[in-house]
């Protein structure tokens, strides 16, 4: 079975966001960069599916050189090599058919990745590739087992979760308890320097959407403290003042 | 040439970030002079898609073939778009949540439609077409220009106030679609759905009590629920509360589970790591009850109480049941 799992690089969940040059870009200065960790669970399962099947794993990033840490580190826990879509990926779409240019039809059985990025939070890409390859999608998939040409998977539906059986090839969003994250050991570490990671270029697209400026939240007023012994009465004050009973 | 806003259905009703979206979608017709035409998929009665009309829908196409009785993203996202164009749809709104991403995703790819999910507020429409989405769980706002010709806006809740009960302004015409369906869209076999169906669903939840490390143990939570059951509230919890398995793990909320948006958040013995406020930074009201005054979350709440969980949340129980 041939495995594909698509990562992103994201600023770490207790990075500090802020902007530079006029609020049109991150400040990317000093914030420490992980693989997006929806798509480390994807990355742990992919690992562990590809070791049953006796199958291969390659992890695919659509962006810039600042990502091969990230992308060594999936190396490490244990995909066989690496592609890298050298491209800002600015928006969903364009980086969703980035993905589909490398996983033509028949390229590989199952794509994984996480159900969204920790940065955009848009939660589409896996659908938008599933489309574009002509192929089921699902998200977010919260188990996943394979017996031969079928995917047998439980995800979460509103208020609840269905189990399901589809024929592969599928691409399916991850999210817990799929898999427990993985640490790369030394011999993963020592190995990973050595597998290919392959750059490639991107294939032109239109621009469908542009990035104009980003803004930060107005800062919360001051916490209104209410004394333990009068707790009760912090209902009416929901009630009257904020206006939320 | 319309507005076509997609709207999720429960057990035969619209759900309330739906009407939100048709809302949301009648405004943005208002504004480029077209009108919202409303696409309801599976089983629902006609009074119940009438409400449509009630928000501002001129129109409701009901796709009610057997085939569409279940949540199927493939199937829907043909149907949606074979209606964008009957219709000639410029602008396609969806409330978000996993199946509306879904479809979006699959009907803009389909449409060659730029998408943006996560949108906040109503587009600025003048020389060009800008939304503003959340970003970094939260954290951030981005606006972004939809450049293509169709563009699909997914739309997150409370990015439009609603009236529960408004008066109804257009008579929305029903009427029944039966597009064709494609055999490849239904090669899944479902062989089994479990649904909470007692408990409120966490991102429809007008008021949500949540709980975490602080309340102890999985056998502590019955005045939680107490105090959940008389404000009318769905159940929630942090992380670690779901990796324990103290609680079932779709009540996890945060950035790597659920993202709410409620009127009121009440935190009970959550520490308020940015991992979990930036599942719960969407609340208008954000309640903290921790015994450790310097607790992070009291940085990010707007009432607060300092003390222990055990003593409190009986009596804002008692308070809440006596406010009937
Ligand atoms: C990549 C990543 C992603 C993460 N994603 C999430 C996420 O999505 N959601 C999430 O919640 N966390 C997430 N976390 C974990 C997060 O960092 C925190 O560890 C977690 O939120 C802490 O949970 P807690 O507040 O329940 O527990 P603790 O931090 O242990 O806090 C317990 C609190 O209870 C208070 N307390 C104790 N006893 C009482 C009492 N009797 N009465 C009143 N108060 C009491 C304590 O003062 C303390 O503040 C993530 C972490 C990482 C690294």
Not at chain 2, 218 to 245: F, H, M, R, Y
Request: hydrophobic share 40%; glycine share 8%; charged share 20%.
């Amino acid at each position: 079975m041939k495995i594909l799992v698509c990562i992103t690089n994201v600023p770490d969940t207790t990075a500090k966001i802020t902007f530079t040059d006029n609020d049109t870009k991150l400040n990317k200065a000093g914030i420490p960069y992980i693989i997006g960790p929806y798509d480390d669970y994807a990355l742990a399962r992919g690992v562990e599916l590809k070791e049953q099947t006796g199958g291969s794993l390659t992890v695919l990033h659509v962006g810039e050189a600042d990502a091969d840490p990230q992308i060594r580190k999936a190396l490490a826990i244990g995909a066989d090599d690496a592609i890298r879509i050298n491209a800002d990926p600015l928006d969903s779409y364009f980086t969703a058919f980035q993905i589909a240019q490398v996983a033509k039809p028949g390229t590989y059985d199952l794509i994984l990745m996480g159900r969204e990025s920790i940065d955009y939070n848009s939660g589409v890409v896996h659908g938008l590739v599933g489309e574009m390859l002509g192929i089921a999608s699902y998200s977010p998939v919260m188990k996943l087992e394979i017996t031969g040409s079928t995917a047998t998977l439980s995800r979460e539906i509103d208020g609840g979760k269905e189990v399901l059986q589809a024929p592969l090839p599928l691409v399916l969003g991850c999210q817990e308890p799929i898999a427990e994250w993985k640490i790369p050991n030394m011999r993963g570490i020592m190995t990973a320097r050595t597998k290919p990671l392959q750059v490639l270029e991107p294939v032109a697209l239109e621009e469908l959407t542009t990035p104009q400026k980003y803004t930060l939240p107005t800062p919360k007023g001051a916490c209104k403290m209410i004394p333990a012994s009068e707790a009760g009465t912090l209902i009416r004050l929901l009630q009257t003042e904020a206006k939320v009973l | 040439m319309s507005v076509l806003i997609y709207v999720e259905l429960d057990n035969g009703s619209i759900k309330k970030t739906s009407l939100e979206a048709v809302a949301f979608g009648s405004k943005v017709a208002e504004k480029i002079g077209e009108k919202a035409v409303v696409l309801a998929i599976g089983h629902a009665a006609s009074a119940e898609l009438e409400k449509a009309g009630n928000y501002g829908a001129s129109k409701v196409l009901h796709a009610a073939d057997a085939k569409l009785t279940h949540e199927n993203a493939m199937a829907y996202a043909d149907v949606l778009v074979q209606a964008a164009s009957q219709e000639s749809s410029k602008v396609i709104i969806l409330a978000k949540s996993g199946l509306g991403d879904a479809l979006a995703a699959r009907a803009a790819a389909k449409l060659k439609a730029g998408i943006v999910s996560g949108v906040t507020a109503l587009p600025e429409i003048g020389d060009s077409f800008q939304v503003t989405r959340s970003i970094f769980t939260g954290k951030a706002f981005a606006t972004t220009e939809i450049k293509s010709d169709i563009k699909i806006l997914v739309v997150r809740k409370n990015a439009i106030e609603i009236d529960d009960s408004p008066v109804s302004t257009v008579q929305a015409e029903i009427t029944a679609f039966t597009p064709p369906l494609r055999d490849e869209d239904f090669q899944a076999s479902v062989s089994k759905v479990e649904k909470a169906s007692s408990e409120l669903s966490l991102t429809e939840a007008e008021i949500i009590v949540s709980g975490g490390r602080g309340m102890k143990g999985p056998e502590n939570w019955q005045p939680l629920i107490d105090l959940a059951k008389a404000l009318g509230a769905a159940t929630g919890c942090s992380k670690p509360v779901s990796d324990l398995d103290w609680r079932p793990h779709h009540e996890h909320i945060g950035q790597t589970g659920i993202k709410v948006a409620p009127n009121l958040y009440i935190a009970c013995g959550i520490s308020g790591a940015i991992q979990h406020l930036a599942g719960v930074n969407g609340s208008k009201c954000i309640v903290v009850i921790n015994k450790d005054p310097e607790a992070p979350f009291f940085k990010a709440a707007d009432y607060g109480i300092i003390g222990d969980v055990f003593e409190i949340l009986p009596k804002l129980t008692e308070a809440a049941k006596s406010l009937k």
